[in-house]
């Protein structure tokens, strides 16, 4: 199928995009890699009246780190970010799941801040922006101002950018101490969907788990912080068995298309405990 008809802008300078997002309203969508975009607008399950391509916007592709902070521009591509060196050394769980996003293909169009934007409860990325606590910076004619990522996404596909704002560059802070990290994902195949993902950061020390983040994804509506009584003990099997059965159980799991409710909750049980046991063995 085609896209139904619509305006096509293609502005030079983000102020420019800014002043045509505005103006455009609530029917306008923004093009980034156009991975996610321009599929539904074949499929027309979206029919914006314009649509903002941000490909000659410059300053927006930029990868940079600052007071333990790496901060990415929303048009880095999915790949430059995963051959970032920075991401290799100060970001090794965005590392790890940067080669769980689509394919080697997609990733060399699609963008951060376009996941980020889209904000897919599958999407891998969101997850580790939540999980990292990092926050997003969003511009509008009126200003800018950052969100962190707890607050960003809302559900499916929805988050609190409000009308005329923009995505600009997303924040990922990098911690201090003796922290492990690891994500794991189950999807049917390489690059499908994850069925179910989970991404795990712990702090370590004296040899007990100081701090504890778990996120899920994929069964849940945004990437969401769970509970894992994990702090104040080491990590052994059964300890990292007990979080995922706790993590399953908060998740309000329902039948798909392709796996049941039980089904699922036993795929993230065994992904939370797969990511603390290599989380911990990072960390110790």
Known sequence: MKPAPFDYVRPT???????????AGDDAKVLAGGQSLVPVLNMRLLRPTTVVDLGRVPGLDRIESSNGTVAVGALTTQRAMEESELTGTRLPLVAEALPHVGHFVTRSRGTV??????????????????????????ASPAGSREIAARDFFVTHFTTTLAPGELVVETRWPVPAGAWGYAFEEFSQRRGDFGLAAAAVAL??????????????????????????ELVGSAVDAASARAAGEQAAASAAVWDGLHASADYLRQLTRVCVERAILRAWEKAA
């Not at 300078?13 to 103006?23: P, Q, R």
């Not at 376009?114 to 606590?133: F, M, N, R, W």
């Open 13 to 23: 300078s983000l102020d420019e995009a800014l002043e045509t997002l505005a103006a």
């Open 203 to 228: 702090r370590v020390e004296d040899g007990v788990v100081a701090e504890a983040r778990v996120g899920l994804a994929s069964v849940v509506d945004r990437p969401t912080l769970v509970e894992a």
């Open 113 to 138: 801040g376009g996941s980020i934007a889209h904000a897919d409860a599958a999407a891998e990325l969101p997850l580790c922006l939540a999980v990292l606590d990092g926050s997003v910076v969003v």
